[in-house]
């Protein structure tokens, strides 16, 4: 019962260093999201990935980059690390066909001090 | 540009006290309205998809139903194991690469207590 996976759970990071935020899923599923939520923004989509070998830009992707590594991982990169950019990430996953719900990972709680 | 707005923000009610929250939505063509629960320090649960104006779904204390324009999340005699926040999302319909994608309220707190 994994269902979405994410790794770490916390992080701290100094403004400046990278990351890579990991998430895999074990549900077969073909489409991917990475979701940041800020307390009074809701959740806004940085990349999503429609299915394995390619990703797009969602709402706030400015400062990350993704990878579908293979149909199960999609990770999320902060190549320098910005204030800004603390906040809970949520990757989530879905089956691909119309209207099948987004299945949500418990998140990464990134701090950059 | 899709637009969700939840409301209220923050509810408080007593055990036993039924009460609604409100999803109002502007979307160029609705694919589906997604309602999710979510915990403290989790990441959001799936509840109901909506499709079409009139349709209702049921799950334990929890009803939701659709409008063209809104969907309320009804809670009859809640308990206080329902406290979380309520997400409402919209999917929209839309050709090339935007597969897929929600656009989400920022949710309501329900606090319900004993």
């Known amino acids: 019962n994994a269902g979405v996976t994410q790794t770490p759970k916390f992080q701290v990071l100094k403004t400046g260093q990278s990351m890579t935020l990991q998430c895999a899923q074990d549900?077969?599923?073909?489409?991917m999201y990475w979701y940041r939520q800020d307390p009074g923004m809701g959740l806004r989509l940085i990349y999503y990935?429609?299915?394995?070998?390619?990703?797009d830009k969602g709402e706030v992707p400015n400062g990350y980059n993704v990878s579908r590594l293979n149909k199960r991982e999609f990770s999320l990169r902060l190549e320098s690390a910005a204030p800004s950019q603390t906040s809970v990430y949520f990757c989530?996953?879905?089956?691909?066909?119309?209207?099948?719900?987004?299945?949500f990972g418990d998140g990464t709680r990134l701090s950059i001090l | 540009e899709d637009q969700v707005t939840q409301s209220p923000e923050a509810l408080r009610l007593q055990e036993g006290e039924s009460s609604s929250l409100n999803c109002s939505y502007t979307?160029?063509?609705?694919?589906?309205l997604f309602w999710y629960r979510q915990d403290p320090g989790k990441g959001p649960e799936f509840l109901f998809t909506l499709y079409s104006a009139g349709e209702e779904k049921e799950k334990e204390r929890l009803k939701a139903t659709l409008t063209k324009k809104e969907s309320f999340l009804h809670i009859t005699a809640p308990k206080p194991e329902d406290s979380a926040t309520y997400l409402c999302?919209?999917?929209?319909?839309?050709?090339?690469?935007?597969?897929?994608?929600?656009?989400f309220g920022q949710g309501t707190i329900l606090t319900v207590h004993p």
């Open positions: 549900m077969n599923h073909n489409s």
């Open positions: 990935s429609a299915s394995e070998g390619t990703t």
């Open positions: 979307v160029s063509g609705l694919r589906g």
């Open positions: 999302a919209v999917q929209a319909w839309a050709g090339g690469t935007s597969y897929g994608k929600l656009t």
């Open positions: 989530a996953s879905r089956f691909g066909t119309a209207n099948q719900p987004q299945h």
